[in-house]
């Protein structure tokens, strides 16, 4: 007699069904954007909440809790742990570069480079490469007179150190974590050479920078050395 074959020399019927498992029902709890780790860019995703229940030959019977929340990729339909929605979205990643590299510039030029043209070419330089395509110097000195007439806590011209580091803080802070150690480097080198545009690091503007270094969590001796770096011309 064949193996798996009956006395009657018929096959067996294959088991289609297991008597007892458990079974997840997905319902839909809101949809968004977020980055695919599977597809390698910006994707739209369904955020799912899962049901348990216990099946007795395929019929879904008593409830053994809940699953999730995760995350299904609408392009890939790949599923992840709801925490991959604490990464950035690569468009959110550079709105937020783009504005934190701004930032960081007109608090440089507010410390007293804003007098200077250099210094202005240089700042508006490294903001049009961050994505402001159109900045220009003179509307960098714009904002930089515009901030100056609105900040009532300014004194004998010098802008208040408390406000500048509560402003940069509130830039970089949330950015910081998303950066490679070069990205936050690089953030700090080019405010260091608006600064040396017109000339040696004054206090306020070394103090300025840094609290740069402080908001991209970068070590003192690190911020000291780059600082340092800045000065001699490679």
Known sequence: MLPGSGRDGGRRPARALRMVGLRTSWTDAGEGEFFCPGCGGDRNYRRLHGQ????????????????????????????????????LTTARFSTMLRDAVRTVALAVLATGGA???TALETAAEGVRAAGFDDCTADELALLVRVVD????SRSLGRPCEAAIALELHEA????APHLAPL????????????????????????????????????????????LESARTPS
């Open 149 to 152: 007439d609105e900040d009532a």
């Open 115 to 117: 007098g200077s043209r």
């Open 172 to 175: 970089l802070g949330p950015l």
């Open 52 to 87: 348990v229940r216990l099946t007795v030959l395929g019929v879904p019977l008593a409830g053994r809790g809940q699953t999730g929340p995760v995350v299904e990729c609408s392009s890939c339909a790949a599923r992840y742990g709801a925490e991959v929605l604490d990464h």
């Open 183 to 226: 990205g936050r480097e690089s953030i700090l080198l080019q405010a260091a050479r608006v600064a040396l545009a017109d000339g040696p690091y004054r206090p306020v503007e070394r103090a300025a920078l840094t609290t740069v270094g402080a908001a991209l969590a970068l070590p003192d001796a690190d911020v000291s050395r780059l």
